[in-house]
T-cell receptor
Framework: GQQVMQIPQYQHVQEGEDFTTYCNSS?????IQWYKQRPGGHPVFLIQLVKSGEVKKQKRLTFQFGEAKKNSSLHITATQTTDVGTYFC??????????FGAGTRLFVKA | EPEVTQTPSHQVTQMGQEVILRCVPISNHLYFYWYRQILGQKVEFLVS????????KSEIFDDQFSVERPDGSNFTLKIRSTKLEDSAMYFC??????????????FGPGTRLTVL
């Protein structure tokens, strides 16, 4: 069945350093979403990418969707302690089912 | 700001018992979902619901599971005979627009189910 892989599993950074998480799907996606989950919290929608090669920015966050619509990345510039949490990508192939990646847990040391 | 609510926040039950998890989606949303997350693991899709019927379900959502929208506001997940491996956080989510261009799902705070 469809799988969405995400790496790395964990990332420890010093505040101010950059952070990137990568997502790869076994099948072509119609769209990909990114969510953030704080420790003890619930997933919160960040963004959705739909077009091949799409790049979107939200302040210090940059999201990319690959040309083949099978991979995606999230890059955070100059991390802050408020960025801590787990970042999930979630892919959709056109139906109702959304497949989440395993998530990358970000730790930021002040 | 409107939000998805879930009750109870924590449910403890004995193996073999039935549980009903309740959700109130955002009022003008049309698409509803249940997910589960075993502690420390990824979020897993269980089922989606639209127009008063299941639109898609995963292999996890077997005959022990059922969903219902008994009135205009509540959306429930029933597990008929709980197993130890059903212990997880269960999230309800709702979405207003499932078009290709926009698919933001709003998640509730979750119900932590513990099966003893």
């Amino acid at each position: 069945g469809q799988q969405v892989m995400q790496i790395p599993q964990y990332q420890h950074v010093q505040e101010g350093e950059d952070f990137t998480t990568y997502c790869n799907s076994s099948t072509t996606l119609s769209n990909i979403q990114w969510y953030k989950q704080r420790p003890g919290g619930h997933p919160v929608f960040l963004i959705q990418l739909v077009k091949s090669g799409e790049v979107k920015k939200q302040k210090r966050l940059t999201f990319q969707f690959g040309e083949a619509k099978k991979n995606s990345s999230l890059h955070i510039t100059a991390t802050q302690t408020t960025d801590v949490g787990t970042y999930f990508c979630a892919g959709n192939t056109g139906g109702f089912k959304t497949i989440f990646g395993a998530g990358t847990r970000l730790f930021v040391k002040a | 700001e409107p939000e998805v609510t879930q009750t109870p926040s924590h449910q403890v039950t004995q193996m073999g018992q039935e549980v009903i998890l309740r959700c109130v989606p955002i009022s003008n949303h049309l698409y509803f979902y249940w997910y589960r997350q075993i502690l420390g693991q990824k979020v897993e899709f269980l089922v989606s619901f639209y127009n008063n019927e299941i639109s898609e379900k995963s292999e996890i959502f077997d005959d022990q599971f059922s969903v219902e929208r008994p009135d205009g506001s509540n959306f429930t997940l029933k597990i008929r005979s709980t197993k130890l491996e059903d212990s997880a956080m269960y999230f309800c989510a709702s979405c207003n627009n499932r078009g290709m261009s926009y698919n933001e799902q709003f998640f509730g705070p979750g119900t932590r189910l513990t099966v003893l």
